[in-house]
């Protein structure tokens, strides 16, 4: 999957700036204008950074980083006015990885978000339970034992894993697993599944997915 971007901004001019710039670096941008928007945004799907405006329409941006950071260690770039020494180290204190000072060059903003992603792929571990996967390096264990997926097995087991619990719909997985490039009625999604309950049941991990009849599936907590 690529790499998606949430960019958490009230104005409209700085967000198509910033989105555009993003794109043709090749990143998938979701925006949103508002914090309550973005948070939505951000547990629905599970961005690999944040740009985070500071001043947001209904609440402080370094709320938004707080309130991000109680389930999340995404990498949040906080754009703001203000200069000051102690706000800066404010924001830092409330989970922001980084920060520009507005006006800034969309150059320098693609640089620092290419750090922060580099830095974040080095050292990612998905842990829930006895399930371990690495994203960058395309490992997955089970129980201490490697579970051998194929590419779109491991793309989707990572993406239930980043969420646990949370029941995703067969619209949705093929949304964000397959970028919506399935044809309607597809099967696909369940045979994938059916393939992983298969090689996780040989190490005693069958009912780690869960199927919630007519709307889709979870990765059971422990």
């Known amino acids: 999957m690529d790499q998606r971007i949430l960019l958490i901004e009230d104005n409209p001019d700085i967000t198509r700036v910033v989105q555009y710039e993003l794109e043709q670096a090749g990143y998938r941008v979701l925006t949103a204008a508002d914090g309550i928007t ?6 629905e799907h599970s961005p690999d950074l944040v740009v985070l405006d500071l001043g947001l329409p ?5 709320e938004v980083a707080r309130r991000l950071r109680k389930t999340s260690s995404v990498p ?3 754009l703001t006015a203000m200069d000051a020494v102690d706000r800066k180290v404010n924001l830092l204190e409330a989970g922001a ?3 520009m000072t507005k006006p800034f060059h969309p150059e320098e903003l693609i640089a620092r978000v290419k750090v922060q992603l580099r830095h974040q792929q080095h050292g990612e571990v998905i842990s ?3 399930l371990e996967i690495h994203p960058q390096k395309r490992l997955c264990h089970y129980n201490g034992h490697e579970v051998r997926l194929s590419p779109k097995e491991f793309d989707l087991l990572t993406f239930l ?6 029941v995703y719909s067969r619209q949705e997985i093929e949304r964000e697993v397959w970028n919506g490039e399935l044809p309607s009625n597809s099967n696909v999604v369940d045979v994938h ?4 309950r298969a090689k ?3 190490l005693d991990g069958y009912g780690i997915i869960r199927t919630v009849r007519g709307i889709g599936y979870a990765l059971k907590t422990p």
């Open 38 to 43: 973005g948070l939505t945004a951000a547990r």
């Open 58 to 62: 209904d609440f402080d941006g370094a």
């Open 76 to 78: 949040i770039i906080i």
């Open 97 to 99: 990885d980084d920060y």
């Open 128 to 130: 829930i339970g006895a």
């Open 161 to 166: 894993a980043r969420q646990p619990g949370r």
């Open 193 to 196: 599944m059916a393939n992983m």
């Open 200 to 202: 996780l049941r040989d």
